[in-house]
């Protein structure tokens, strides 16, 4: 019995948690809008009985989905923006993880702390000051025309730019300690082994390094990609009106439109988007534990 | 076909492969190694054999070119080889960890330094299946590391190491994550492939019977020194101090004071025990501090007092019987305890001696090792 509960536990929480608003949002998806409260209808009554009930509902709002190009233009602007942004925070990370992992053991526990330090500030509120910083009279344009570098202040905030830099800035922490964990748990001697065999320092970076922290790179690629492609606060923040992100498009159709049935259709596809690098990324977590069991 | 013996260092001729002059290497305020230099020859099977700390992992880590020694310098055939680094020496090692790459099948760990001078594809193959079947490992070639036995991993590792035919082959405990059985056999199999191959290999080590077992030479060392630099038997018969001859093998030592007696001494070691004689070609001064350092297999023991010399009266106390041999310890009137090993040469006989009995053991004086320090 208490075996049943304790297996029972995670599966309610699924249940209550996940699939019970999953089911609400995709039968809210298969309505109709209406001027009600809510605003969609039909609304399922027992009196009319399931049958009529279930006739209602129809794919029309998914249908629509194709007819208007704002869409899928924005589902591919979303995914082109977290796949650059990815890289992008790859880049920024894997160095800062790699100096973490070869420096000095005494180090690491503060240089720890001030990757995760950040969280300790609303996500909110970081995002935000970044438009201090961005803006035509920001400080970054103040240092950089102070400093010479330019004469006319650079347009940043409000375009595609601002919210890479805000991306690249939220995730790095979810970039930066899956390889650090990978390369913390490389064993020197691997590099001393490469080196030994003709190697030079930089090839045995490519040969050995880079491999065996391949299930970091990974799974932070995920970690960024997953949660940037709905992303809806640094596009409304930082980008611009030609900043086109799927997480923007759902909001407007929610709050601005009150198209609820609409945005419910947006979110169900955006989570079949998700589906396929949340699946990817289990898979290589998984291997990860095998090859390592 | 005259047989000629192995032994390089004994002619003045000879050319050392490794040499090792005055070298110095200092971490911070602690010495590693002190003052130190070797001569290794070509074809030798060298052992650097200490406890934990003594510097021989340092020695090696030096010739790998992983360390610079701070002062001296290290020769490789003829030239100095400190500033070179190390994926540019015609020296490879066997790491005590394997370091095998995970990520990479045995064949392409094989294959790793090969293909890192750019060979022709056929060549680099060729050289791997040859390296494979040395080491008997062609059923396993497409495994990763982690899908194989311990013992099959040190064998990728040994093949790896030995795939670019390099001048001199380095082995951190290269045993030392096998079972004693598979160490053993695994002894053989090393020394074979080094002579088939005919590559100077140097093994660091701490266990005394794998250096016995594998080397032509053995370095015992200690706090970053080297006590003794001789071969197998020399090192066992003939230990120069008391540190080597504690270090190899099982010894009894007794302290006492020597007095000339022809080519021999006649040590004084405690009141109401007979002296004790032993051949020596030390030179001693009448009445100098001595030790004398007896094997336990080189003493007999007797039911009845014997006539010779070198004879001690005791009690046996204990007995370890370790199947083929057997330990006695013997203790004497003043306390001291002699180590005595008899072969268990037939089957099932009652022993000839057992706990409490009066015994009387002795050596012959060629048996007994005088030492000085």
Not at chain 1, 70 to 94: C, D, E, H, P, R
Not at chain 2, 127 to 154: C, N, W, Y
Not at chain 2, 272 to 285: C, I, M, N
Request: include cysteine; proline fraction near 6%.
């Amino acid at each position: 019995m208490r075996r049943f509960l304790l297996i029972a536990f995670p599966y309610v929480w699924l249940l209550a948690l996940f699939l019970i608003p999953f089911a609400i949002v995709l039968k809210i998806s298969l309505s109709d809008v209406a001027l009600a409260r809510p605003p969609y209808m039909p609304q399922f009554s027992w009196d009319e009985g399931i049958g009529a009930f279930l006739s209602q509902l129809d794919f029309e709002n998914f249908t629509f989905l194709t007819t208007d190009d704002l869409y899928w233009k924005a589902y591919l602007s979303s995914l082109k923006i977290a796949a650059i942004s990815t890289v992008l925070t790859l880049f920024v990370g894997y160095p800062i993880a790699y100096g973490m992992a070869r420096a000095p053991e005494a180090w690491r526990p503060t240089l720890m702390m001030l990757v995760i330090l950040p969280f300790w500030t609303s996500f909110l509120i970081r995002v935000y000051a970044w438009r201090g910083i961005l803006s035509q009279e920001g400080y970054l344009n103040q240092v950089l025309m102070w400093t010479g570098v330019i004469s006319e202040p650079l347009t940043i905030l409000n375009t595609n730019i601002a919210v890479y830099i805000g991306v690249v800035y939220t995730y790095l922490p979810f970039m930066i300690l899956p390889i650090y964990a990978a390369l913390d748990r490389l064993d020197g001697s691997l590099i001393e082994a490469a080196e030994d065999l003709g190697c030079s320092r930089r090839s045995a970076f490519w040969l050995v390094t880079i491999p065996l922290s391949r299930p970091g790179i990974i799974a932070g690629s995920f970690l960024v990609f997953i949660p940037t492609l709905g992303e809806f606060v640094i596009p409304s923040l930082l980008g611009g009106s030609g900043t086109l992100m799927i997480g923007k498009v759902l909001w407007e159709e929610f709050f601005n439109n009150r198209d609820w049935p609409v945005a419910s259709a947006v979110a169900i596809i955006l989570l079949l988007i998700l589906i396929v690098p949340i699946v990817l990324f289990q898979k290589n977590q998984q291997r990860q534990a095998e090859a390592e069991g | 076909m005259s047989q000629t013996v192995f032994a390089p260092w004994t002619d003045p001729a000879a050319k050392p492969l490794i040499r090792f002059k005055n070298v110095t290497k200092r971490f911070g305020t602690f010495t590693a190694i002190e003052e130190l230099t070797l001569d290794i020859y070509e074809r030798e099977f060298f052992a650097l054999l200490g406890p934990s700390g003594c510097g021989k992992t340092t020695m090696m880590r030096m010739l790998a070119g992983f360390e610079d020694p701070t002062e001296g310098s290290i020769e490789l055939a003829g030239e100095d080889i400190v500033k070179v680094p190390p994926n540019q020496r015609a020296v490879n090692m066997m790491f005590q960890s394997y370091a095998l790459f995970p990520h990479l099948t045995v064949r392409d760990n094989i294959a790793f330094g090969l293909k890192r001078e750019r060979k022709p594809r056929d060549e680099v193959d060729a050289r791997v299946e040859e390296m494979l079947r040395l080491v008997q490992l062609q059923p396993f070639a497409s495994r990763k590391p982690h899908q194989i036995s311990g013992g099959q991993r040190q064998r990728v590792a040994l093949a790896r190491s030995l795939a670019k035919a390099p001048k001199l082959l380095l082995l951190d405990e290269p045993l030392g994550a096998l079972d004693k059985k598979l160490r053993e056999e695994t002894q053989f199999e090393l020394m074979d492939i080094q002579e088939k191959t005919g590559t100077t290999f140097v093994i660091v080590t701490h266990d005394q019977e794998e250096a016995m077992t594998v080397a032509s030479r053995i370095a015992v060392m200690k706090d970053g020194a080297l006590m003794q630099v001789a071969t197998p038997s020399q090192i066992y018969e003939n230990p120069n101090s008391r540190y080597v001859a504690g270090f190899i093998g099982d010894v009894t030592i007794l302290e006492g004071k020597a007095t000339k007696l022809g080519d021999a001494y006649e040590v004084r070691w405690a009141e109401g025990q007979p002296p004790l004689r032993a051949k020596s070609t030390l030179d001693l001064a009448d009445g100098a501090e001595c030790q004398l350092a007896i094997r336990p297999e080189k003493v007999e023991i007797h039911g009845e007092k014997p006539s010779d010399d070198n004879v001690l009266q005791g009690k046996v106390i204990d007995i370890g019987y370790l199947g083929n041999i057997s330990t006695y310890h013997v203790e004497l009137a003043n306390g001291q305890i002699i180590r005595a090993q008899n072969f268990n040469t037939e089957r099932d006989t009652r022993r000839a001696f057992t706990w409490d009995d009066n015994v009387w053991v002795n050596w012959t004086e060629n048996c007994a090792v005088l030492l000085d320090h």
